[in-house]
Antibody, heavy 121, light 113 residues
């Protein structure tokens, strides 16, 4: 059964770059059906889509974060990654990796457990 | 961006009673050529990631109990829990995927009365 697991530092200093990796197990990230996603949730708040990547490397970003976001994929490691530059306290959140259910414009049917990232000096 | 607005923000329901959550989009999320509404519903319990319940506004995800149902079209949607169980205590989110960026409602917290 396919599973997703986020990893990365839990504490990032302001103005630095947040880097997270999502490891996909139980299946291949190089599926022609699925797209892979990063979503975040500030403490006690709602959900925000950050961006999506296909195994070929095609990316789609939230315009509100596009200038600071890079999502990449490494099919040899069955992983995809998030980099968010110039972070501030407003970027403090639980970061989830997830999967689109059946195509690019679809719901998210599989989620990692999430990883909390705090931006603080 | 399409703004998704849920009501109410919180809901207290007795065990076995019906819970109804509303979700309104700032523009229609009905794709007329396919007659599909690009709307999903999620359940999030404390300390857990969201769980997909409903897609295409009314199609239940595999394994989701049939007490959960979705309805609506265009801009107005509803998630109904027909008989609330203790394990249904959670925050529920609607989400549109009609246009990018996909956006979520602010959430509705369901608790036991």
């Amino acid at each position: 059964q396919l599973q997703l697991q986020e990893s990365g530092p839990g504490l990032v200093k302001p103005s630095e770059t947040l880097s997270l990796t999502c490891s996909v197990s139980g299946g291949s990230i190089a599926s022609t059906t699925y797209y892979w996603v990063w979503i975040r949730q500030p403490p006690g708040k709602g959900l925000k889509w950050i961006g999506t990547i296909y195994y070929s490397g095609s990316t789609y970003y939230n315009p509100s974060l596009q200038s600071r976001v890079t999502i990449s994929v490494d099919t040899s490691k069955n992983q995809f990654s998030l980099r968010l530059s110039s972070v501030t306290a407003a970027d403090t959140a639980v970061y989830y990796c997830a999967r689109h259910r059946a195509g690019l414009w679809d719901t998210f049917d599989l989620w990692g457990q999430g990883t909390m990232v705090t931006v603080s000096s | 961006d399409i703004v998704m607005t849920q009501s109410p923000d919180s809901l207290d329901v007795s065990l076995g009673e019906r819970a109804t959550i509303n979700c309104k989009s700032s523009q229609s999320i009905l794709y007329t050529s396919t007659n599909k509404n690009y709307l999903g519903w999620y359940q999030q319990k404390p300390g857990q990631p969201p769980k997909l319940l409903i897609y295409w506004a009314s199609t239940r995800e595999s394994g989701v109990p049939d007490r959960f149902s979705g309805s609506g079209a265009g801009t107005d949607f509803t998630l109904t829990i027909s008989s609330l169980q203790a394990e249904d205590v959670a925050v529920y989110y609607c989400q549109q995927y009609f246009s990018t960026p996909p956006t979520f409602g602010q959430g509705t917290k369901v608790e036991i009365k």
